[in-house]
C-alpha cells in the first residue's frame, strides 16, 4: 500500500499549488482511476507526511477534504479507509471519453441542426493580422475598465449577488438609451433595451420571435453569416437578396412576391460589401414594411467608424410605426471577449422578447454591466471611439496605399466610407478567393474570402481584409506576404 501510495503521489514545492490541494487532487485521481482500492486503509497521516517530506497538517487538510466529498472513510479506532461508496460510474472511467473519439453513428438530428452541421465551423474563433472584425486591443483602458469594475465588486451592492433583471441592468439600460440617442438617434425607453450575450443571441431572439418552421426570412446576399445560420437554425429560411450600391435592394426584395415577416439588414454599413442605404431607400423601405405588415432587423454593428459621408441615423430612429428591430454589439467598440450585445424592440414586444430571453438563458450575468454603465455615462466610450476613429482611418489609408503599390496587379480595391476592413476585388477570375484565403490562413493572414459570404449565387471573387487590429508598422510585410500568395495561387491556375 505504502509503495504504491509513493509512487502515485507526486509534490510540487515550488507549485503556486498549495501542497495539500495537491496532495487532494492526487490521492483523489489514484482513488477514481483504481489504483487505490475501496477499503483499503491508508498510513497513518503521521507517517504519510513523513514519507512525502511534507507536514503532517498538510496531510490532515488532504484528508479533510476527501472525508468531507466522501472519497475517504474513518472508521473509529481502526484508522483511515477509502470509501466503497463511491458511484460506480465515476469509477475507473475519469479520465476515459474526455477526448470524444469519432462515433460512426446516425444522429435522430432535426433539420436544422442537420443544416447547421454541413454549414458550420466551429473551430475556435483565431483573430489575428487582417482579420475583418478585430478591434486594436492594446490601446483599450483597461486602467479605467479595471477601476470601474473594482468600484462595483469591491463591495458589491446586495442585489448584483442575487440576479439581474431579465433584460439586464437597469444602470446599463439607461446609459445605453441615452448614448444610443446621441450617437445613432435611436429612440428608446430603457425598458425597450435588452443586454444580451453578444449581437448574436439577438438575432436569435428576433428570429425566434417572427419565424415558424419553414418560413422565408429575407437577408442581405452577401450577408453575415451569423444571421444564415440563426435562421436555419430556427428551422426557417434563409432568403437572400441581393445588395447594391445602396445596400439591401428592396426592388429585388419586393419582387420575390414572399410573405416574409422578417428582413434583416446592416443599412448603415452593409456586411461585408460596405455601402451606406440612403435616406431615401431608409423611407421607402420603413413604408414598405407598414404596408405590408413586416418587420426590419437592423444589425448596427459598426457604424461608430464612420470617416466619410455623413453618418445617417439609425433606421429605428425614422420609424414611425415601431417596425424595426435595433440590434448593436460591443464586440467592435470595446473587444469581443466581452460578448455583450443588446437589442432595442418596439413597446409592444417588450413583454414577448423579455418571456423569450428568460427561457432561453435566464438573464445576462451581472458581472460588467454595472461598470460598463459608467464605462458608457462616464464618456469612457465615447473617448476611445473618438481615439479608435482617427487611428483606424489612418490605418484603412496605408493599407490601401500598400495594397495598390504591392497586390495592384491582383486587386482592385478601394476606399471605405466607414467600417473595419477593405473589399478587394480579384483581377483575375481564374485566381479563386478561397484558394487564397487557404493560403493565407497556413501563413497566419486571417483575411475572408468574399465569395463565402454569397449564398444567392452570382459570388464575387474578392477578399475581406481587416485593418482596424493591424498596426501600421506591421503591414509592408503582411502585405509583401499576401502579394506572395495571390503570386503563387495565380501560377498554379
Ligand atoms: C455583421 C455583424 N454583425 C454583428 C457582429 C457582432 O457579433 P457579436 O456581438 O455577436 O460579437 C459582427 C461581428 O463580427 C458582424 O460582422
Redesign the pocket.
Known amino acids: 500500500m505504502k509503495q504504491i501510495l509513493l509512487s502515485t503521489i507526486s509534490l510540487d514545492h515550488q507549485s503556486r499549488d498549495p501542497l495539500h490541494r495537491q496532495l487532494f487532487l492526487q490521492l483523489r485521481d489514484a482513488i477514481l482511476q483504481g489504483a487505490l482500492l475501496a477499503g483499503t486503509r491508508l498510513p497513518s497521516t503521521r507517517l504519510m507526511a513523513t514519507d512525502l517530506g511534507v507536514s503532517r497538517n498538510t496531510v490532515l487538510n488532504a484528508f479533510d477534504q476527501l472525508m468531507a466529498e466522501g472519497y475517504l472513510v474513518s472508521r473509529a479506532g481502526s484508522g483511515t479507509f477509502i470509501s466503497d461508496q463511491i458511484p460506480d460510474e465515476l469509477l475507473s472511467k475519469m479520465g476515459e471519453g474526455r477526448t470524444a473519439s469519432p462515433l460512426n453513428r446516425d444522429f435522430p438530428l432535426s433539420y436544422q441542426a442537420q443544416d447547421l452541421k454541413k454549414s458550420s465551423d466551429t473551430k475556435p474563433y483565431h483573430n489575428g493580422p487582417f482579420s475583418p472584425?478585430l478591434p486594436e486591443l492594446d490601446q483599450f483602458p483597461f486602467g479605467d475598465w479595471a477601476r470601474l469594475l473594482a468600484r462595483h465588486w469591491r463591495h458589491p451592492k446586495r442585489e448584483y449577488l442575487t440576479g439581474n433583471p431579465i433584460g439586464g441592468s437597469l444602470e446599463l439600460r439607461k446609459a445605453l438609451s441615452t448614448y444610443l440617442a446621441q450617437t445613432r438617434a435611436v429612440k428608446s425607453d430603457p425598458e425597450q433595451i435588452l443586454i444580451l450575450s453578444?449581437?448574436?443571441q439577438a438575432l436569435h431572439l428576433v428570429v425566434k420571435a417572427f419565424a415558424n418552421p419553414g418560413d422565408p426570412i429575407l437577408m442581405e446576399d452577401p450577408g453575415?453569416p451569423?444571421i444564415r445560420n440563426t435562421i436555419i437554425g430556427a428551422g426557417a429560411k434563409p432568403i437572400p437578396v441581393p445588395v447594391d450600391a445602396e445596400g439591401f435592394s428592396l426592388e429585388a426584395a419586393k419582387a420575390l412576391h414572399l410573405p416574409a415577416r422578417l428582413a434583416c439588414l446592416?443599412p448603415s454599413h452593409q456586411?461585408p460589401l460596405g455601402p451606406t442605404m440612403s435616406l431615401a431607400r431608409r423611407l421607402d423601405l420603413l413604408n414598405w414594411a407598414k404596408e405590408e405588415n413586416r418587420f426590419l432587423l437592423e444589425?448596427d454593428?459598426d457604424s461608430e467608424y464612420r470617416y466619410a459621408g455623413r453618418p445617417l441615423s439609425s433606421l429605428q430612429g425614422l420609424d414611425t410605426d415601431q417596425r424595426v428591430l435595433y440590434v448593436g454589439?460591443m464586440?467592435k467598440v470595446m473587444f469581443?471577449g466581452l460578448r455583450v450585445?443588446y437589442l432595442v424592440v418596439p413597446p409592444d414586444l417588450v413583454d414577448m422578447f423579455l418571456a423569450l430571453r428568460r427561457d432561453m438563458d435566464g438573464h445576462s450575468p451581472i458581472t460588467v454591466e454595472p461598470a460598463l454603465a459608467d464605462f458608457i455615462s462616464g464618456g469612457y466610450l465615447s473617448g476611445h471611439i473618438r481615439k479608435m476613429r482617427i487611428l483606424y482611418e489612418q490605418r484603412q489609408k496605408t493599407l490601401l496605399r500598400l495594397l495598390q503599390e504591392m497586390c495592384g496587379g491582383y486587386l482592385e480595391v478601394a476606399e471605405q466610407e466607414a467600417g473595419m476592413h477593405l473589399v478587394a476585388f480579384i483581377r483575375n477570375p481564374k485566381v479563386k478567393d478561397i484558394a487564397v484565403e487557404a493560403l493565407c490562413r497556413q501563413d497566419g493572414l486571417l483575411l475572408r474570402a468574399l465569395s463565402k459570404f454569397y449564398h444567392g449565387g452570382n459570388a464575387q471573387n474578392g477578399l475581406i481584409i481587416g485593418f482596424a487590429g493591424t498596426s501600421e508598422k506591421q503591414m509592408p510585410a503582411l502585405v509583401r506576404r499576401l502579394a506572395q500568395h495571390l503570386k503563387t495561387v495565380q501560377d498554379a491556375s
Open positions: 472584425g453578444g449581437s448574436q453575415y451569423g446592416a456586411y444589425d454593428y454589439s464586440s469581443s450585445g
